[in-house]
């Protein structure tokens, strides 16, 4: 009986760790759910974000070596900034649609989009440090 309880004592201070890792981790999107959570661009033709909170799209493709850089910081980034800056992921091979919709040519892209005003691209495999100078100053998020 002490086992169990100590087990079920252990298990409630660890899934709220998984859950926050779970719910904190990149969003892939669909053109569906692009148009349903960022922009339906089949019935405005002006940008008009969707979302809540400033949001970052980062464009990558499995094979793209730069991409899988920009991966786990994009995972870092949607922890630290969870509640402040959703963090959605579009895979260029799958979404080519979306890919074309915004002219991706290089990979990684990564979209920032503030709550207000026009979203700014980026291209190519950034450090950390100037993924956050960029959320700080193009989606004034502290």
Same mark, same amino acid.
């Given at each position: *009986?002490?086992?169990? #309880?100590?087990?079920?004592?252990? +298990?409630? *201070?660890?899934? $709220?760790?998984?859950?926050?890792?779970? +719910?904190?981790?990149?969003?892939?999107?669909?053109?569906?759910?692009?148009?349903?959570?960022?922009?339906?661009?089949?019935?405005?033709?002006?940008?008009?974000?969707?979302?809540?909170? $400033? %949001?970052?799209?980062?464009?990558?493709?499995?094979?793209? %070596? $730069?991409?899988?850089?920009?991966?786990?910081?994009?995972?870092?980034? %949607?922890? !630290?900034? !969870?509640?402040? #800056?959703?963090?959605?992921?579009?895979?260029?091979?799958?979404?080519?649609? +979306?890919?074309?919709?915004?002219?991706?040519?290089?990979? @990684?892209?990564?979209?920032?989009? $503030?709550?207000?005003?026009? @979203?700014?691209?980026?291209?190519? %495999? +950034? @450090?950390?440090?100037?993924?956050?100078?960029?959320?700080?100053?193009?989606?004034? #998020?502290?």
């Amino acid at each position: *009986m002490k086992i169990i #309880v100590i087990l079920i004592m252990a +298990l409630m *201070m660890i899934l $709220p760790l998984f859950s926050e890792e779970i +719910l904190s981790k990149p969003e892939h999107l669909t053109l569906e759910t692009f148009k349903e959570k960022v922009f339906n661009f089949e019935t405005k033709t002006e940008w008009n974000f969707k979302g809540e909170i $400033p %949001a970052i799209i980062d464009f990558f493709a499995d094979w793209c %070596a $730069p991409c899988r850089q920009v991966a786990p910081i994009m995972e870092e980034l %949607a922890i !630290e900034y !969870e509640g402040k #800056v959703k963090i959605y992921k579009i895979d260029t091979e799958d979404q080519k649609q +979306l890919a074309s919709i915004f002219g991706i040519r290089s990979i @990684p892209s990564i979209l920032f989009i $503030p709550k207000d005003g026009q @979203p700014q691209m980026s291209t190519g %495999a +950034l @450090p950390k440090t100037e993924f956050v100078k960029m959320i700080k100053e193009i989606l004034v #998020v502290k």
